[in-house]
């Protein structure tokens, strides 16, 4: 009987570890995979807010629509610039008065106080310096042709805008990078201590001469196992999360253009989970093989 219970009790004491491990794994990856998340959206909202202001390059009231026609062809060759869109007069009148909902000819006495501009809008960047300085190189740029008068752009808003998304960019990765030091540690310590409950195992394999590489090899598949089970389970729970959340909120977070950078999400969480589990149980057996005093 008492064997009996000591073999019971060994099979609970045995899952209960890995149960937690687990559990461990899975919870790290998942604030872990949320944060990936949301630093993604961050860069792509960063980006998209970059490419959507529009700079107006005023030109001369003297210019031709040929010479205009010959810049706009130009600007679209410039490395960083990602559209650029000629607005002749007549199309800035009727643009003007579909805004004020009233016909500015009317109130002009026929005549067009407009002048002719392209829109142009610039590629992203990754930092706010090489964003000032495409801003600045394109200016520059477009200073040099006789038919523009200025360039006009909401520069308070541009730079705002830089500031603050730049900002919260890095906030996110150095808490990603953070987090990722606090999951070694964390599942490091969950499969010591799984580790720990397998020392007489580890010890009786030593002593009747079994190799280091065949006693620390049933521990590392395992160890896979648990990082490939605890990145499946947080990644479930993740869309799981983001899906109430979507649905709540009526976001466009699942739209087709996301997918490539959920799939990289995806693959990013699973060799996380399981390269720290790898790592962590490796240090661990040879940790004991190295200590073989502690065993009693």
Request: proline content about 1%.
């Amino acid at each position: 009987m008492d064997n009996k219970k000591n073999k019971r009790r060994g099979k609970i004491n045995l899952w209960a570890g890995r149960t937690s491990t687990v559990f461990s794994i899975t919870l790290v990856l998942f604030v872990f995979g949320l944060l990936l998340f949301v630093e993604y959206h961050s860069y792509k909202a960063t980006h998209t807010v970059q490419e959507r202001i529009a700079y107006q390059v005023n030109l001369k009231p003297d210019a031709s629509e040929e010479e205009a026609l010959a810049l706009l062809e130009d600007l679209k060759d410039l490395d960083y610039v990602k559209n650029a869109d000629y607005i002749s007069k007549d199309e800035a009148v009727r643009l003007f008065s579909e805004d004020i909902e009233e016909d500015i000819m009317d109130v002009t006495d026929g005549e067009n106080p407009l002048y002719a501009t392209i829109m142009v809008t610039l590629n992203a960047s990754n930092s706010s310096k090489q964003m000032t300085e495409s801003r600045e190189r394109f200016e520059e740029d477009v200073d040099e042709y006789a038919i523009v008068d200025n360039v006009s752009y909401q520069e308070n808003m541009v730079n705002d805008l830089s500031v603050i998304f730049y900002k919260l960019s890095w906030f996110l990765v150095v808490f990603v990078v953070l987090l990722l030091i606090v999951s070694v540690a964390l599942i490091s310590t969950t499969i010591k201590i799984a580790i720990n409950n397998n020392r007489y195992t580890i010890q009786t394999m030593s002593m009747v001469g079994a190799k280091m590489s065949f006693i620390t090899r049933p521990f590392l598949w395992r160890s896979l196992l648990y990082g490939f089970l605890g990145a499946l389970f947080a990644l479930v729970m993740m869309f799981g999360a983001i899906y109430v959340f979507n649905k709540q909120f009526h976001l466009a977070i699942f739209h087709p253009r996301y997918f490539n950078g959920y799939i990289v999400l995806v693959v990013a969480v699973f060799l996380v989970g399981m390269t720290i589990s790898f790592i962590a149980t490796y240090f661990s057996v040879h940790a004991h093989l190295r200590n073989r005093d502690q065993f009693n």
